[in-house]
């Protein structure tokens, strides 16, 4: 993480919200720390947006352009190594290496439809985790691990694609009622949950998947929502294509709780076709404001902020990769 602090003493909004995040920096040090959750999801035009859906912070913004035609989705976010990874509309898996910034190197495609067994399928849901890209085959109960390999811990490694492993669940029933939607996975306890467009909300424990499908609403539940956690997995956010709208969802009952906001890609009349994951680091900088003489205080916070900020997601990334 690089922070850049100008001569005139002006600093970006960014670098406020930082301080939000430093013990005791203008508030009682027994406040909980405000985390923003930047959650990437791509929409009908194939641009990868950045949206942060925290109440007081919301905002989204276009932040990649991948070029490419038709519709992508299955959209899975690497927390640890902050990539994003999708299929698009041939079902090949593509990468956008966030760390590389606007770097030709920054996008590429990894491997074909046909090395992941899904020229001839509909995929539209998926999640990180493990090593590994997740999803199931639309309108079926087979969830399918892509293993990805790293030849190093480098920053902007490029993974390569292994072999595929496939488990066959015990739900839902029919397994034609398995149709997405989206799924999300909580890397800190290897569950997965599922939102199912025929409004099923179910979880699976992917230490042994083809035993442990628990279905927590049944269809007709739920609408249709494409899942993220946010960037600590402490909640669940579930948004609805169709209207736009933003909700938490309580993991344990399915119930929606809504947060009265809607994003709208502009252009279209629809949200986010997928939701990948989410990060605490945003892709880009906001407008600067000045703060005149704080400008000296904010360098000394915003140092001991970084140097902590880099050890917690040191930790994260260790469970991301688990």
Same mark, same amino acid.
């Given at each position: 993480?690089? %922070?850049?602090?100008?001569?005139?003493?002006?600093? &970006?909004?960014?670098?406020?919200?930082?301080?939000?995040?430093?013990?005791?920096?203008?508030?009682?040090?027994?406040?909980?720390?405000?985390?923003?959750?930047?959650?990437?999801?791509?929409?009908?035009?194939?641009?990868? %947006?950045?949206?942060?859906?925290?109440?007081?912070?919301?905002?989204?913004?276009?932040?990649?352009?991948?070029?490419?035609?038709?519709?992508?989705?299955?959209?899975?976010?690497?927390?640890?190594?902050?990539?994003?990874?999708?299929?698009?509309?041939?079902?090949? #898996?593509?990468?956008?290496?966030?760390?590389?910034?606007?770097?030709?190197?920054?996008?590429?495609?990894?491997?074909?439809?046909?090395?992941?067994?899904?020229?001839?399928?509909?995929?539209?849901?998926?999640?990180?985790?493990?090593?590994?890209? %997740?999803?199931?085959?639309?309108?079926?109960?087979?969830?399918?691990?892509?293993? #990805?390999?790293?030849?190093?811990?480098?920053?902007?490694?490029?993974?390569?694609?292994?072999?595929?492993? &496939?488990?066959?669940?015990?739900?839902?029933?029919?397994?034609?009622?398995?149709?997405?939607?989206?799924?999300?996975?909580?890397?800190?306890?290897?569950?997965?949950?599922?939102?199912?467009?025929?409004?099923?909300?179910?979880?699976?424990?992917?230490?042994?998947?083809?035993?442990?499908?628990?279905?927590?609403?049944?269809?007709?539940?739920?609408?249709?929502?494409?899942?993220?956690?946010?960037?600590?997995?402490?909640?669940?956010?579930?948004?609805?294509?169709?209207?736009?709208? %933003?909700?938490?969802?309580?993991?344990?009952?399915?119930?929606?709780?809504?947060?009265?906001?809607?994003?709208?890609?502009?252009?279209?009349?629809?949200?986010?076709?997928?939701?990948?994951?989410?990060?605490?680091?945003?892709?880009?900088?906001?407008?600067?404001?000045?703060?005149?003489?704080?400008?000296?205080?904010?360098?000394?916070?915003?140092?001991?902020?970084?140097?902590?900020?880099?050890?917690?997601?040191?930790?994260?990334?260790?469970?991301?990769?688990?």
């Amino acid at each position: 993480m690089v %922070w850049t602090l100008c001569l005139s003493r002006r600093v &970006s909004l960014a670098v406020v919200a930082s301080l939000l995040l430093v013990p005791g920096a203008f508030r009682s040090a027994a406040a909980e720390p405000i985390v923003p959750s930047y959650i990437y999801g791509i929409a009908d035009d194939n641009e990868i %947006w950045q949206i942060n859906p925290v109440s007081g912070q919301q905002s989204f913004e276009s932040t990649y352009n991948t070029g490419l035609t038709g519709q992508s989705n299955a959209v899975a976010f690497d927390r640890g190594r902050d990539q994003l990874l999708f299929l698009d509309v041939s079902n090949n #898996l593509y990468l956008w290496n966030k760390p590389l910034g606007g770097s030709p190197a920054a996008f590429q495609q990894i491997t074909t439809s046909s090395s992941l067994g899904i020229s001839s399928s509909l995929v539209y849901n998926a999640s990180y985790f493990n090593d590994g890209f %997740w999803f199931f085959k639309e309108a079926t109960n087979e969830l399918v691990k892509a293993s #990805l390999s790293y030849s190093g811990t480098a920053v902007g490694t490029v993974p390569t694609f292994s072999g595929t492993t &496939s488990y066959a669940l015990t739900g839902p029933t029919p397994a034609s009622g398995n149709g997405f939607g989206d799924i999300a996975i909580n890397v800190n306890t290897g569950i997965l949950y599922a939102a199912t467009s025929t409004g099923y909300f179910y979880s699976v424990d992917l230490a042994s998947p083809e035993t442990t499908y628990n279905e927590i609403k049944g269809a007709g539940s739920n609408i249709s929502l494409q899942l993220s956690f946010n960037e600590d997995f402490s909640i669940l956010y579930g948004h609805n294509y169709t209207t736009g709208a %933003w909700y938490t969802v309580d993991v344990a009952t399915g119930d929606l709780t809504d947060l009265n906001y809607a994003t709208l890609v502009p252009g279209t009349d629809r949200g986010f076709r997928d939701l990948g994951g989410a990060s605490a680091i945003a892709v880009t900088t906001v407008p600067e404001i000045d703060l005149g003489s704080f400008g000296s205080a904010i360098a000394l916070l915003l140092g001991t902020f970084g140097l902590l900020e880099r050890r917690r997601l040191a930790r994260v990334a260790g469970l991301a990769h688990g």
